[in-house]
Structure formats: structure tokens, C-alpha cells
T-cell receptor
Framework: DTEVTQTPKHLVMGMTNKKSLKCEQH?????MYWYKQKAKKPPELMFV???????INESVPSRFSPECPNSSLLNLHLHALQPEDSALYLC???????????FGQGTRLTVV | QQQVKQSPQSLIVQKGGIPIINCAYE??????FPWYQQFPGKGPALLIA?????SEKKEGRFTISFNKSAKQFSLHIMDSQPGDSATYFC????????????FGTGTLLAVQP
């Protein structure tokens, strides 16, 4: 099973709302990632968790707050977003031995 | 140094043709090179990957060629089909503990019937 599951698939939220994106994998991977992708651009790394600890924050604004409750789950909490934060948010996971990452299908986020 | 340069930006081929997508890098710490295929509205899907000690790898109709001395690698799609129409990203993994994945800029491929 090489599946990374993301929910919801689509999300529309107002600038004053609080919402969360969820990601789950059951491949035993110990590294998990959040990426943001704008149209016609490559995915941009936001956060990396390694063994459930935040190891990389790519200078992401604090209105995005990641959380890793356990080795299979990754959340991204959203608060006071701006319209320019509208994008496809991708979760990925990988082993720790410098191999490829497996991506979920993404959450299409629209901020109104 | 952290960049992966990808070309062309877009590519149109006829069905049965062999599109070739090229990537280049500078950082010698990169030690794993996956290719991803992405359809509109979907997440990137892993196609094939290679390590720099291998010069060529084939999986089905997809072949990676790797030139370590030139720090270049390329994807060839044999007998291309309209269903191969997608955006293709090369990527490189920095060989540190965090598995940081650096993407190329992407190539939009259209295979015409």
C-alpha cells in the first residue's frame, strides 16, 4: 500500500475562519511533509517532520501551523489566511533512507 | 546550488514519438533523482527514480539516462500515448537526514493523437 490520504479534497474558507487539513499514511514512513503548489508551478516545501518532530520550517507564516499527532498522521492548521494562500496543499511521506516521497492527492484550498 | 533546472517548459509530440525532458543540477550532495508525473488537480505520482551510480534505468516505457560527470539527467518516454499528457517534474533529494526534495520547474507534455 503506497497511499497517502488527504482530507478534505476541497476546502473554501473565509479569511477569519479556522480550518485543518489532514493527512494519513500507513506505509511506516517516518518522514512527512507539507507542500504548497500554485498553478503551473512545482510544489514548494513548507514543513518536514522527521520521527514526529518538526525538522524543517521553510519560513512559513505563522497562520499555517503543522502538527504531527503520531507517526501516521499529519495535520495543517489554518487561521486567518489570505486569498493569496489559495493553492493545492500536498502531503507526502518517505522513509529516512534518502528515497522518493509519495504524495497524496492534495487539498484544493480557496480563501475568500 | 539548491536548484534543479528543467527544460523544455512545454513539449508537443505526436502519438508514438519519444519526448525527452532534461534536467541539470549543481549540488553534488544530491544523491537520488525521482521523476514525478502530475495530472491536473491531482498530486504528483512517482514514475521512476535513479541514483547517480547508475547510468540508465528503464521501467516500462519510461527511461532515465544519467550523466554524473555532467550533472545532467533526462527522461525519455517511448511510444508516447495521449494518456501520457501531463506535467512532468524532475527532482533531486539532498542526502541529509531530512530527505529534502527539490523540484525542477516542470514540463507540460502534450501527446497528440
Amino acid at each position: 500500500d503506497t497511499e497517502v490520504t488527504q482530507t478534505p479534497k476541497h476546502l473554501v474558507m473565509g479569511m477569519t475562519n479556522k480550518k485543518s487539513l489532514k493527512c494519513e499514511q500507513h506505509m511506516g514512513h517516518r518522514a512527512m511533509y507539507w507542500y504548497k503548489q500554485k498553478a503551473k508551478k512545482p510544489p514548494e516545501l513548507m514543513f518536514v517532520y522527521s520521527y514526529e518532530k518538526l525538522s524543517i520550517n521553510e519560513s512559513v507564516p505563522s497562520r499555517f501551523s503543522p502538527e504531527c499527532p503520531n507517526s501516521s498522521l499529519l495535520n495543517l492548521h489554518l487561521h486567518a489566511l489570505q486569498p493569496e494562500d489559495s493553492a493545492l496543499y500536498l502531503c507526502a511521506s518517505s522513509t529516512q533512507e534518502n528515497t522518493e516521497a509519495f504524495f497524496g492527492q492534495g487539498t484544493r484550498l480557496t480563501v475568500v | 546550488q539548491q536548484q534543479v533546472k528543467q527544460s523544455p517548459q512545454s513539449l508537443i509530440v505526436q502519438k508514438g514519438g519519444i519526448p525527452i525532458i532534461n534536467c541539470a543540477y549543481e549540488n553534488t550532495a544530491f544523491d537520488y533523482f525521482p521523476w514525478y508525473q502530475q495530472f491536473p488537480g491531482k498530486g504528483p505520482a512517482l514514475l521512476i527514480a535513479i541514483r547517480p551510480d547508475v547510468s540508465e534505468k528503464k521501467e516500462g516505457r519510461f527511461t532515465i539516462s544519467f550523466n554524473k560527470s555532467a550533472k545532467q539527467f533526462s527522461l525519455h518516454i517511448m511510444d508516447s500515448q495521449p494518456g501520457d499528457s501531463a506535467t512532468y517534474f524532475c527532482a533531486a533529494i539532498d542526502g541529509g537526514a531530512t530527505n529534502k526534495l527539490i523540484f525542477g520547474t516542470g514540463t507540460l507534455l502534450a501527446v497528440q493523437p
